[in-house]
C-alpha cells in the first residue's frame, strides 16, 4: 500500500513541483499529463500564444512528466544556441 501510494502521489509530485523550484513560470498542471490535455484543447499555436503573453517568454510546460522550457526570445535563443552552445549538449536532436 505505501508503495502504490509513492507511486502514484509523491513522485509525480515531486516531478511537477521542478519548475516552480527553480522559479520558472508554468501553466497548471493535472497529474499525470502536465499540460497536455490544455495544449491539445487550445492547439499548440494558440497554447503557445496564449502562454506566452501569460508567462513571459520563458516559460515551462510538463508534456507527460517531461520537462519543456519554452523559450520564445530571439537573443536568448542565440545566446543558448550560438554562444553557449557547449552547455547545452542534451537537447533532442531535430531531423
Known amino acids: 500500500m505505501l508503495t502504490v501510494l509513492i507511486l502514484f502521489f509523491i513522485i509525480p509530485i515531486l516531478i511537477f513541483i521542478i519548475w ?47 520537462k519543456w522550457m519554452i523559450v520564445a526570445d530571439p537573443n536568448m535563443l542565440r545566446e543558448i544556441f550560438i554562444k553557449s552552445s557547449d552547455h547545452f549538449n542534451q537537447r533532442p536532436v531535430s531531423v
Open 20 to 66: 516552480y523550484r527553480l522559479g520558472i513560470a508554468h501553466p497548471p498542471v493535472e497529474p499525470f499529463t502536465g499540460n497536455v490535455n490544455g495544449i491539445l484543447r487550445q492547439g499548440i499555436i494558440e497554447a503557445l500564444n496564449n502562454d506566452i503573453n501569460k508567462y513571459g517568454k520563458v516559460f515551462g510546460w510538463y508534456i507527460g512528466t517531461d
